[in-house]
């Protein structure tokens, strides 16, 4: 019985004294940032474009293509294309609201709620694909 209050009163004193008595010194500001002034004049960050839809479509030559459309503020900011599904995309942009989707060699007419879409890609005619 004697060991009870012995062994309360060395844990209790163990644990004591793993706390530190020392002051404790809280810097509100801290050092100044080297880099205060460039960060300031800095232009506000823009995020990219979110995908609105991603969409398989089957083209008249009996080949897929994979489109994610790209929408920015609830408006059609552009669509990334894919001849593969794990393929690297080409980014298409529209060049006046409401035409087609345009980058070097390519052409995209439609939407992510159209069925269907017309698409001229480089080297090849212009052809319909639905999705």
Not at 56 to 63: F, I, Q, V
Not at 108 to 126: E, N, V
Request: hydrophobic share 35%; with cysteine.
């Amino acid at each position: 019985m004697t060991r009870t209050p012995l062994l309360i009163t060395l844990l209790a004193a163990a644990a004591l004294a793993g706390c530190d008595s020392g002051g404790q010194t809280i810097v509100q500001n801290g050092p100044p940032d080297p880099m205060a002034n460039q960060l300031a004049a800095a232009p506000p960050v823009e995020l990219p474009p979110a995908i609105a839809a991603t969409k398989t479509y089957r083209c008249k030559d009996n080949s897929l293509v994979y489109i994610d459309w790209l929408e920015k503020n609830g408006q059609p900011a552009g669509a990334n294309f894919r001849s593969e599904k794990a393929g690297s995309p080409t980014q298409l942009l529209q060049g006046e609201p409401g035409g087609p989707y345009l980058a070097e060699g390519y052409s995209l007419t439609g939407t992510k709620d159209a069925a269907s879409i017309t698409l001229t890609r480089p080297g090849a005619a212009s052809q319909s694909c639905s999705g």
